[in-house]
């Protein structure tokens, strides 16, 4: 039965979230995962250029931007940039980002197998 007003003299139920396991009966790891945001957080004050399309027209005929800046924060919905050479900041929604260019190694998830 499904309860969908708060009734007193019924006991609520708790719910159990189900236990998660690989299929070799190892739990999962529970490092960072590689993620976009879980990047650029990695790559903090990395100079880069960082590439963004809107539905809406930023000027007529320009639904594109493009911001040479450095990382300064990264969350799970948006990521905050500085551009280069001015003390402007961005905070961007990352459904937005479309991508990232570096000159220089990214650093990234250490990628050695579980075992």
């Known amino acids: 039965m499904v ?3 708060w009734n007193p003299a019924y006991p609520q139920q708790q719910m159990v ?17 590689s993620y976009i945001e879980n990047i650029l957080r990695l790559n903090r004050g990395k ?11 930023i000027e007529p005929g320009k639904n594109t931007l493009a911001v040479v800046g450095r990382v300064e924060a990264a969350g799970r919905d948006h990521v905050i940039l500085s551009e280069v050479g001015t003390n402007k900041r961005y905070l961007f929604p990352m459904i937005y980002f479309d991508y ?11 990628q050695n197998p579980l075992g």
Do not use: D, I
């Open 3 to 5: 309860q969908y007003y």
């Open 17 to 33: 979230p189900p236990q998660v396991t690989l299929p070799s009966g190892r739990p999962p790891a529970t490092g960072e995962q």
């Open 47 to 57: 100079p880069g250029v960082f590439h963004f399309s809107f539905e809406h027209a």
């Open 100 to 110: 990232a260019e570096f000159n220089e190694e990214l650093n990234y998830f250490n």
